[in-house]
């Protein structure tokens, strides 16, 4: 897979990691960035991934913050993004079963290096069981819709 992995200051350490990671599976991985570990704005970072996920130049995005928190909540604003904050190997898995998640958005605070590993790898091999909860993601993909273009009608 075409991965993308972004961090802001904080998580700058785990997106090396990450991205041996990634290589190390076999995967094509892509550092949109920081350079550095010089104090960056988590917005400009998200948005880079979250573009990426939207034109399909890459088929999914990891992102790391201090918490996880600001980097997901700014990738869900695009259309096709569904991002997933994950901090266990249950939440990095059912992310994928349930909610097809596209965009990992980890924590470099909170989580050991062991335990970011498992957990992307479980997020890689794990897939999107599709049923019931393909007609959630119709409904979510409706609601895209409707807020991207809140007076046309249906
Ligand atoms: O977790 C984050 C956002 O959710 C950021 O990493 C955090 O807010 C950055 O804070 P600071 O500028 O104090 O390092």
Redesign the pocket.
């Known amino acids: 897979m075409k991965i993308a992995v972004a961090s802001?200051?904080?998580?700058f350490s785990t997106k090396a990691k990450i991205l041996t990671l990634l290589n190390q599976l076999g995967h094509v991985a892509y550092d949109y960035g920081p350079e550095d570990g010089e104090?960056v704005d988590?917005p400009d970072y998200a948005v880079k991934v979250a573009k990426a996920i939207g034109d399909k130049s890459i088929d999914r995005g990891i992102l790391i913050?201090?918490?996880?928190?600001?980097?997901c909540i700014v990738a869900n604003k695009f259309p096709g993004v569904r991002a997933t904050p994950c901090h266990d190997d249950i939440t990095a898995q059912m992310s994928r079963l349930h909610n097809d998640s596209n965009v990992l958005c980890l924590s470099a605070d909170l989580l050991g290096d062991r335990l970011v590993n498992r957990m992307v790898e479980i997020w890689l091999k794990e897939e999107f069981e599709g049923g019931r909860h393909a007609r959630r993601l119709e409904k979510l993909h409706k609601v895209e819709e409707e807020t991207m273009h809140p007076h046309e009608e249906a």
């Open positions: 802001d200051h904080r998580g104090c988590y913050c201090g918490t996880g928190m600001g980097m």
